[in-house]
C-alpha cells in the first residue's frame, strides 16, 4: 500500500499504534505519534487542545488513526483515552478522515452468536458507554469506526502464554467461541480503511479468526503434544464473550487476514 505523500497522526503509540506508525513510515508516509506515556514524537494526551495546536504546526494530516488503550482502566481512563480525544480530533480537524479503533467487547455477546455491524451492542458497564459515545463523535463527523477482536502479537497472547506455561487455560466452557486479530493484520486493516478516498464514514467489525475453546486447545495440543490445562482460570472483569465476530462487510473491500494463532504457536515457542 503506497502512502507517498501522505501526512498521518497515529494517537497511542503502543502495542498497535507503534506497529501501524513504523507500517506507514515505511511506506513512505510522513508520521507523527501523540501518546501520553509511550515513546512517540509527542507526549501528551490527544484530547488536550493546545498539544493538538501544536501537533498541526508540526505536521498537518489528512489521516488520523486513533489507536489509545487503557489496559483496562477506569471509566475516567475511558474518557481520556478515546471520548475526549475524538470530540478534540472531529472539532479541529473539519474533513480529515478519522479512523478509530473501538472493541468488539461493545456486543457483549453471549451463547455464540454471529455478530455482524448491524448486531445491537449489549455491553452496559460505564466504560462499554463511554466506547459507544466516542464511536458515535467519530460516525457523526463521517469517520470510521474499527470494532477489533482481542489483539496478539509479537511477546503478547495470553492464549499461548497460558497453554505453553500450563497454566489454568482462558475461562469459559468448551463450547466458549473465540475471536483473535493478529496485530498486523490489523495494521492492513486500518490502512484500508483509511487510504479509500470513496469509503464515506461507517462501522466496520475486525477479526481474524473465530473458534470454539476447544477446537483451539485441541488443535495446539495435537502440533505440540502437550496436554492442554484442564483448569480454567475465572473470568476477568470485562466479562466471558460468547460470540462469532463476522467482519464480511471488511473482507468485501478486499481485506483478508494473513495470519493465523497456530502459525504464531510455532514462532512463540521458536
Known amino acids: 500500500m503506497n502512502l507517498q505523500g501522505h501526512s498521518v497522526w497515529v494517537i497511542g503509540a503502543g502495542f498497535l499504534g507503534a506497529a501501524l506508525a513504523e507500517t506507514c513510515r515505511g511506506e513512505g508516509a510522513r508520521v507523527l505519534t501523540i501518546d501520553p506515556a509511550a515513546v512517540a514524537n509527542l507526549r501528551g494526551s490527544a484530547g488536550d487542545a493546545s498539544l493538538l495546536r501544536h501537533a498541526l ?11 489509545a488503550a ?4 477506569t471509566p475516567a481512563d475511558y474518557r481520556r483515552a478515546y ?76 492464549l499461548l502464554r497460558r ?16 475471536n483473535y486479530l493478529h496485530r498486523d493484520d490489523a495494521v492492513q486493516a486500518l490502512l484500508l480503511l483509511g487510504t479509500q478516498p470513496w469509503l464515506q464514514e461507517g462501522l466496520f467489525n475486525v477479526s481474524g479468526e473465530s473458534f470454539t475453546r ?3 486447545y485441541g488443535l495446539l495440543e495435537a502440533a505440540f503434544h502437550i496436554e492442554a490445562e484442564q483448569e480454567a482460570a475465572g473470568p476477568s ?10 467482519c464480511s462487510r471488511l473482507r468485501a473491500l478486499g481485506w483478508s487476514p494473513q495470519r493465523s494463532i497456530l502459525a504464531f504457536a510455532h514462532e512463540w515457542i521458536s
Request: charged share 20%.
Open 57 to 67: 504546526q508540526r505536521l498537518v494530516p489528512d489521516m488520523v488513526f486513533c489507536c
Open 70 to 73: 487503557t489496559h483496562g482502566g
Open 83 to 158: 471520548l475526549e480525544p475524538v470530540e478534540k480530533l472531529v472539532a479541529m480537524l473539519s474533513g480529515v478522515r478519522v479512523v478509530f479503533c473501538s472493541s468488539t467487547s461493545v456486543y457483549a455477546g453471549q451463547g455464540g452468536e454471529t455478530v455482524t455491524e448491524e448486531t445491537p451492542p449489549r455491553a452496559v458497564s460505564e466504560r462499554a458507554q463511554i466506547l459507544l459515545q466516542a464511536e458515535a463523535v467519530v460516525l457523526q463527523g463521517g469517520g470510521v469506526v474499527a470494532r477489533l477482536a482481542p489483539l496478539y502479537g509479537p511477546g503478547r497472547c495470553e
Open 163 to 178: 497453554f505453553f506455561k500450563a497454566l489454568p487455560g482462558l475461562p469459559g466452557g468448551a463450547g466458549r467461541r473465540l
Open 214 to 216: 476447544s477446537s483451539i
Open 237 to 246: 472483569a470485562r466479562g466471558v464473550s460468547d460470540m462469532h465476530v463476522d
